[in-house]
T-cell receptor
Framework: KQEVTQIPAALSVPEGENLVLNCSFTDSAIYNLQWFRQDPGKGLTSLLLIQSSQREQTSGRLNASLDKSSGRSTLYIAASQPGDSATYLC???????????FGTGTRLTVIP | SAVISQKPSRDICQRGTSLTIQCQVDSQVTMMFWYRQQPGQSLTLIATANQGSEATYESGFVIDKFPISRPNLTFSTLTVSNMSPEDSSIYLCSFKVTDTEAFFGQGTRLTVV
């Protein structure tokens, strides 16, 4: 069974810093990987989707990379802002499946 | 992207009662999923449901506890039955609108007292 792990579990940085969130998965037979943002008590907002054939995706200050063979993905956030404070979840979709396997999340706090 | 409306957004319920959560999407979708997020945990899939067929439940989840309806391609409900405090979680619906990307409702924060 696919297992998804995210490190660190929590991260606190001063405003303006660049930061990297890590995601690893045990089964490399994935169809795609998706990064989400979750605000406290709320649902999920999709940030970036990387297909298994892609190496990275960018959206604004966010850049996500994927190394399928090593079972890793990173989410890079440039010039962090207090509004970026949230929990970031990565999720993988297995080849041949439709549901997602979620990581445990990284709770990010950006200090003004 | 699809617009997904989930309600209620939160509720506080007495143990032994049931709560039905509704999810409405603004376009027709084939596959939908219900997830649970227990406090401090990540999301766990409860079941997968397609219109016109019974839901497929993951290990540890049963239909008697979490009955699901899928009357059409834009609407679904999840009922949490005979609730106990252990059912206190955030419940989220998800639709696979395209072949690739998954979208989620806003979540229902359930507290059982």
């Amino acid at each position: 069974k696919q297992e998804v792990t995210q490190i660190p579990a929590a991260l606190s940085v001063p405003e303006g810093e660049n930061l990297v969130l890590n995601c690893s998965f045990t089964d490399s037979a994935i169809y795609n990987l998706q990064w989400f943002r979750q605000d406290p008590g709320k649902g999920l907002t999709s940030l970036l989707l990387i297909q298994s054939s892609q190496r990275e995706q960018t959206s604004g200050r966010l850049n996500a990379s994927l190394d399928k063979s090593s079972g890793r993905s990173t989410l890079y956030i440039a010039a962090s802002q207090p509004g970026d404070s949230a929990t970031y979840l990565c999720a993988v979709r297995q080849t041949g499946a439709n549901n997602l396997f979620f990581g445990t999340g990284t709770r990010l706090t950006v200090i003004p | 992207s699809a617009v997904i409306s989930q309600k209620p957004s939160r509720d506080i319920c007495q143990r032994g009662t049931s709560l039905t959560i509704q999810c409405q999407v603004d376009s027709q979708v084939t596959m939908m999923f219900w997830y649970r997020q227990q406090p401090g945990q990540s999301l766990t899939l409860i079941a997968t449901a397609n219109q016109g067929s019974e839901a497929t439940y993951e290990s540890g989840f049963v239909i008697d506890k979490f009955p699901i309806s899928r009357p059409n391609l834009t609407f679904s409900t999840l009922t949490v039955s005979n609730m106990s405090p252990e059912d206190s979680s955030i419940y989220l619906c998800s639709f696979k609108v395209t072949d690739t990307e998954a979208f989620f409702g806003q979540g229902t924060r359930l507290t059982v007292v």
